[in-house]
């Protein structure tokens, strides 16, 4: 049996066969555009339709976001307490009982030894529950945040070591940098005491829709919530995707629309070049490498993805958008989707939490209503705007229980850009707010650094392992291949595919899937219906002259025009 990397497999099992056959439409077609589009006025969207802007009042003008992948507070920026003492960091003294109900018990206590990951440390919502409650018990208060070693302990004799230690301020270099010149978050809570995508969710929607885990079923199918990118386009603004192996906000139903498609980006043809220009959108999502490779390592800090690599393309985002002429408009946002099952000291607020949507969750016969936050994870704010060293604790407002979660991004977004949407749900009415670290300064700094000093040294002693297993994570992701493509229905007898089959395949069927919606867009197909791979080779087709048809390299593969 073929793999689906084979280029030889047979047209009925080929996920690209239908694409195989899109062609271009006529060039007489392409010179017209072409022109068109010289003499259009330009407009902060790199793509093929000018959209009417409206200009944003107040210094920030872009804000860019970087969700990285499962890492606590402490484990990445607890040591630098060390630099300053007050980011509530921590200082050796932080323990964890290997059983936690012995009082007797060894007791594990944090470290700074941390260096390459692997296994991944368990992040399920019953593994989270037993590492912030030390049990299926919920009732203490405040969480007493004692299962982590116990927890990890049970994945694998002496996991616990793992667990329990930071990184020392040196390995993470682009981080402590960026911490000292600018702002550090230190409660920061993940918005969900779960897994990876409940918690992206929130980032962009402030609700999980009733997912508590990762449903492959509702995955596939897209989830249907307003997102905030839904709420930039009806103020006016403008956003953009710049993605590496595959966009994972395209599990977003929306945002498979033919209208979304001139909003992705691949992140290396097009992003350095947007900064350069000064045509980065209002919004920017920076998405990862998840797919760790020879020839391009991942870069999400996933374990069991080397740290080093995600603190070389800090470095790069931010020398990017340091050299950009937009620079003095704009705030970088780093954080982390969730905790990973690393240690972290401070309880995760249990009380006065909202459900975003009245939805309630249901995983092994328990239901889970929302009302309390996943683990604290490092987050930076990194602006002109920002006065060095500046330490972000908790939001004053919008009520006393506000907490700084997942949420707090669309909301502040609202309040940046003025946003004429109303909130997307009652979990970002609720959640605080950032804005006020923007407030302090009437000029923007002229002493920001240009680089960040380069990460000391490759923390994993080999090359990735392209021969190794998916993650759940990254089955997800190719699950959600299969359906840009029209092909779901092979993703279950395709389930065994490695590290290296697995990227080649979602970056075919990304570059499909886009491919397919410019056709559909020039075709004059209704922009809000969703882009639809056979459809668009059936409109290809019709649009060949006789038996010539060629495919146009009048397109840089990102969307945008050559």
């Keep these: 049996m073929p793999t689906f990397c084979d280029r030889s497999i047979p047209q009925e099992m080929d996920p690209f066969h239908a694409l195989k056959r899109i062609h271009r439409l006529r060039p007489g077609f392409y010179l017209a555009f072409f022109v068109v589009l010289l003499l259009s006025p330009s407009t902060h969207v790199v793509g093929f339709k000018h959209i009417k802007q409206r200009e944003v009042q107040g210094p920030i003008k872009t804000i860019v976001v970087l969700v990285m992948e499962n890492r606590s507070f402490d484990h990445m920026l607890g040591w630098l307490k060390r630099l300053n003492p007050e980011i509530d960091g921590v200082t050796g003294h932080e323990w964890n009982p290997l059983n936690v109900h012995d009082p007797n018990s060894e007791r594990v206590f944090f470290r700074d030894d941390s260096e390459f990951v692997d296994p991944d440390p368990g992040h399920s919502f019953q593994a989270i529950r037993e590492q912030i409650f030390g049990g299926a018990d919920t009732s203490a208060y405040p969480a007493p945040m004692n ?5 990890a302990e049970s994945m694998e004799p002496g996991f616990s070591r793992t667990v329990m230690s930071g990184f020392r301020p040196e390995i993470v270099s682009s981080y402590t940098s960026l911490a000292m010149e600018y702002a550090i978050c230190d409660r920061w809570f993940a918005s969900v005491p779960s897994s990876t995508q409940p918690n992206r969710f929130y980032v962009h929607s402030a609700t999980s829709h009733g997912e508590m885990s990762n449903v492959r079923r509702d995955l596939v199918q897209g989830f249907p919530q307003k997102t905030i990118f839904d709420s930039i386009e009806e103020s006016g603004l403008t956003y953009g995707i710049y993605y590496q192996n595959i966009p994972a906000t395209l599990f977003f139903q929306s945002m498979r629309r033919i209208k979304s498609v001139r909003n992705f980006h691949k992140f290396e043809l097009s992003f350095k070049r947007h900064a350069r220009e000064g045509k980065l959108p209002n919004y920017v999502v920076l998405e990862q490498r998840y797919f760790d490779v020879q020839t391009a390592p991942a870069n999400d800090d996933h374990p069991s993805h080397d740290v080093y690599q995600g603190q070389m393309l ?16 704009m705030l970088f946002i780093i954080t982390y989707d969730e905790h990973g099952g690393f240690y972290d000291h401070v309880p995760t607020p249990l009380r006065n939490v909202p459900n975003p949507d009245g939805m309630d969750g249901h995983i092994d016969y328990f239901s889970f209503g929302f009302d309390r936050l996943g683990v604290r994870v490092p987050t930076i704010f990194v602006s002109p705007w920002i006065n060095k060293g500046t330490v972000l604790h908790g939001p004053n407002g919008p009520t006393e229980s506000s907490q ?10 609202k309040k940046i850009f003025n946003l ?46 392209e021969n190794r297993m998916l993650s759940e994570f990254q089955e997800e992701l190719v699950m959600l291949a299969y359906q840009l493509i029209g092909k779901s229905s092979l993703f279950e007898n395709n389930v065994s595919m490695t590290v290296g089959e697995a990227n080649t395949f979602v970056e075919d069927a990304v570059a499909s899937f886009l491919e397919a919606g410019r056709i559909q867009l020039r075709s004059g197909v209704d922009e809000m219906s969703l882009v639809d791979v056979k459809l668009a080779a059936m409109l290809n087709k019709q649009a060949c002259t006789g038996s010539i048809c060629q495919r146009s390299r009048g397109h840089r593969g990102d969307g945008s025009i050559l």
Excluded at 147 to 151: C, L, V
Excluded at 314 to 329: F, I
Excluded at 404 to 413: D, K, Y
Aim: aromatic share 10%.
């Design 147 to 151: 299962g982590f070693a116990q927890q």
């Design 314 to 329: 800090v470095k790069s985002v931010y020398e990017t958008l340091r050299s950009s002429p937009q620079w003095n408009e």
């Design 404 to 413: 700084f979660e997942h949420s707090s991004l669309p909301a502040t977004l």
């Design 420 to 465: 004429t949407s109303d909130f997307l749900t009652s979990r970002d009415a609720w959640a605080g707010t950032f804005e006020s670290i923007l407030a302090e300064r009437q000029t923007p700094r002229t002493d920001c650094p240009e680089t960040l000093p380069s990460p000391m040294w490759p923390l994993r002693s080999s090359p990735p392992n």
